[in-house]
């Protein structure tokens, strides 16, 4: 009798396992909602009109003369919810007969079908302060420059950006409080690799950021002017090349966020008219469970002088 072997008994082997577990796709984080001011009196509708008003002129005056009175300007902003979203599957009945994994994989269906809401609001979010501003123009507030293109070597950050943004910002008198940079990840590469930065014995501010790394999770371990830098990779890319006061910025530009994030002076505006909704249903013809999750929201730049927007070349950081 022949003894056991791999070769003579492979029709006992198992060439394929598979696995009780199910490897599920990395997240990053989300963070834009923390920067919008939320509308609570939207009892219905879907257009709200919030209605400004300018400052007090200064007129001189003579004894003796009638003073000049002048109205103060006037104007209106008109804020929409123009957003409804959704994310659905299903799975049939054979399908629930016949997978190992079938508890596990409905019980997935909400929680990702919610993810996927939020992460479209994120990037709504992030859109919306490029979006309220005007393409290839500098948006200069007071003076100072809104929007521009990064002033590093093939279009990344440097150093003196943040010291434009944060001019930028004073100029508008913005509140130089919890101020706030969401930028791309290819700027912390490009901070990362900068020789300033990395020969720490000229720079002692950056010292150990060689042997730990310029970040701790999305948020830069050093503040910059001030700011605390988050990286995102929701950020709006633009998708055609837009000139800035004669710069060329490369289509596919990152579009990096300055702004102050004191409560009192938020950059964006927005309103959940319905938060994210789940509805699930027997299909008798399909002969499958259906589950749908849907979202209704808008947002908008609300104050423009309370953002500065950095243009960069994601794809050149290695050049």
Not at 59 to 84: C, H, K, L, P, S
Not at 97 to 123: C, G, H, T, W
Not at 245 to 265: E, I, K, M, P, R
Not at 299 to 304: A, D, E, G, I, V
Request: proline share 3%; glycine share 6%; with cysteine.
């Amino acid at each position: 009798m022949a003894g056991f072997t791999t070769t003579s008994n492979d029709h006992l082997i198992r060439s394929n396992l598979w696995s009780s577990n199910l490897k599920e796709i990395l997240q990053d984080e989300l963070m834009g909602m923390r920067y919008v001011d939320m509308i609570t009196d939207f009892p219905d509708g879907d257009t709200m009109n919030i209605p400004s008003i300018g400052q007090a002129e200064i007129n001189n005056y003579a004894e003796g003369q009638a003073v000049r009175y002048t109205a103060m300007d006037t104007g209106n902003f008109t804020f929409t919810i123009n957003d409804y979203k959704s994310s659905a599957t299903y799975i049939t009945n054979k399908m629930k007969q016949d997978s190992y994994v079938m508890d596990r994989l409905v019980a997935s269906f909400v929680p990702k079908m919610n993810r996927a809401i939020m992460k479209s609001m994120e990037a709504s979010v992030l859109a919306t302060g490029p979006a309220g501003q005007t393409a290839a123009n500098s948006n200069t507030i007071n003076g100072a420059k809104h929007r521009y293109v990064a002033g590093g070597a093939n279009q990344t950050l440097v150093v003196e950006d943040f010291a434009k943004a944060l001019y930028a910002l004073q100029k508008a008198n913005v509140p130089a409080t919890n101020l706030v940079a969401i930028v791309d990840p290819s700027v912390e590469f490009a901070f990362n690799t900068q020789t300033n930065l990395v020969n720490f014995s000229n720079n002692p501010q950056w010292e150990g950021i060689v042997s730990s790394g310029i970040s701790s999770g999305m948020r830069f371990v050093k503040n910059i002017y001030g700011f605390d830098v988050y990286t995102s990779q929701n950020l709006k890319l633009n998708t055609t090349t837009e000139t800035i006061d004669g710069v060329v910025g490369v289509s596919g530009a990152v579009n990096n966020l300055f702004f102050s994030a004191t409560t009192d002076v938020l950059p964006f505006i927005g309103n959940v008219r319905q938060q994210p909704k789940v509805d699930s249903e027997y299909n008798k013809d399909m002969q499958r469970d259906e589950y749908v999750t849907t979202c209704r929201y808008g947002f908008k730049l609300y104050r423009p002088e309370n953002l500065v927007t950095v243009l960069s070349d994601p794809g050149q950081v290695y050049a």
